[in-house]
């Protein structure tokens, strides 16, 4: 599997020279294998899109936060006739995935509906694991304000485990770790600092020092730190990333290429 990091940003996306070598793109990864170009959540960065070539499109949607659904209308497939892009989520607040996506995209809040673009956009409701083609996608709840869905994608013996938009308690905490168990990849929600996270409790979203210890007890591979806080410049973040830093640990940069 390729895994590109296209948005790493959380909460809102942001431009400038502060945000240069992480970025300011909110949520999206794009998981490649020889069929199949799947998209985890269509934050900012999916409009980012590399050429995916004749793969199947397929977009997971982790919970219909603007922050990751808000790249949608630019995604540049969804302008292409005769593709179809199928898109997965869990039903949230009793709205299924199509409804979800109508009530962001549809006037007045945007110009067009869904169904104006060329593209063959086909939606799916979720509940639990599926195949991809060979890709096999597992999911559990995290906590989250409104819910949010943790995946973890399998293909030929490797997976990655995205779980973003995550606040961590005692009881989930043991969920995810045994659902991370020996993944290759931990994508981790570290918005907050420690001592921002006193006073952002119940927001839904985690920390490093968390992170670390669902990496250990998860014996995961490797982690990145994701969601970064649209207040935290590079030089912040940089600060953030050398107190947890290792070869196997950083904080995502937008662009970034894994390869598992
Ligand atoms: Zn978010
Ligand atoms: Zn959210």
Request: charged share 25%; aromatic share 8%; net charge negative.
């Amino acid at each position: 599997m390729k895994i590109t990091i296209l948005g790493a940003r959380g909460s809102i996306a942001i431009s400038g020279k502060e945000v240069q070598e992480f970025g300011g793109a909110t949520s999206c990864v794009l998981v490649q294998t020889d069929e199949e170009a799947l998209f985890i959540d269509a934050g900012t960065g999916i409009i980012s899109s590399p050429d995916i070539g004749e793969r199947r499109i397929s977009v997971l949607i982790s919970h219909p936060h603007i922050d990751h659904l808000t790249g949608l209308p630019f995604f540049p497939y969804i302008y292409e006739k005769d593709r179809q892009i199928d898109v997965y989520a869990v039903r949230r607040g009793n709205l299924s995935t199509s409804m979800m996506l109508d009530r962001l995209i549809s006037p007045p809040l945007w110009p067009l509906r869904l169904a104006d673009y060329n593209s063959d956009l086909v939606c799916h409701d979720i509940e639990r694991a599926f195949m991809i083609g060979d890709i096999r996608v597992d999911l559990m709840e995290g906590i989250h304000p409104g819910g949010c869905s943790i995946f973890r994608i399998t293909h030929a013996g490797h997976s990655l485990v995205y779980a973003t938009d995550y606040e961590h308690d005692e009881e989930n905490l043991h969920s995810l770790i045994s659902f991370a168990n020996n993944t290759d990849l931990l994508l981790y929600d570290a918005q907050y600092t420690d001592e921002e996270y006193e006073t952002k409790k119940t927001f839904g979203h985690s920390t490093a020092k968390i992170g670390l210890q669902v990496m250990k007890e998860s014996r995961a591979k490797q982690m990145r730190f994701v969601h970064h806080d649209p207040h935290h410049t590079d030089s912040m973040l940089r600060e953030m990333e050398q107190a947890v830093r290792s070869d196997s640990v950083s904080y995502a940069r937008e662009g970034e290429v894994i390869e598992l």
